[in-house]
Nanobody, 126 residues
Framework: QPQLVESGGGLVQAGGSLRLSCAVS????????MGWFRQTPGKERDFVAR????????YYADSVKDRFTISRDNAKNTVYLQMNSLKPEDTAVYYC???????????????????WGQGTQVTVSS
């Protein structure tokens, strides 16, 4: 029943910026921690960033720390990923995910999230 719909992906030059959005419906949004993951063909889906229910706490993969910012607007049931200083290695399909029963040990694992969007393609040219 819950739906997560990503948008905002596209083609950008290295060093550029892009903002992804994830619109969530069918659940009580402020009861869920939210995460962003990314995946390239033939590789596992990797953790990018997460944000707590209230938005007070965030955590980032080392590869994106200081370049990406995750945020949420609970009034709009939307989570965002602002991506700056993009690199070609950031090219991937980006997925939004929702986690109802948060535990730190699961925060960076795909198994720790209950619902997923269909993904949006981000391509960074060199």
């Amino acid at each position: 029943q819950p739906q997560l719909v990503e948008s905002g992906g596209g083609l950008v030059q290295a060093g550029g910026s892009l903002r992804l959005s994830c619109a969530v419906s069918g659940l009580t949004f402020n009861l869920y921690s939210m995460g962003w993951f990314r995946q390239t063909p033939g590789k596992e889906r990797d953790f990018v960033a997460r944000i707590s229910r209230s938005g007070a706490s965030t955590y980032y993969a080392d590869s994106v720390k200081d370049r990406f910012t995750i945020s949420r607007d609970n009034a709009k049931n939307t989570v965002y990923l602002q991506m700056n200083s993009l690199k070609p290695e950031d090219t991937a399909v980006y997925y939004c995910a929702a986690d109802r029963f948060f535990a730190p040990v699961n925060s960076q694992r795909t198994e720790g999230y209950d619902y997923w969007g269909q993904g949006t393609q981000v391509t960074v040219s060199s």
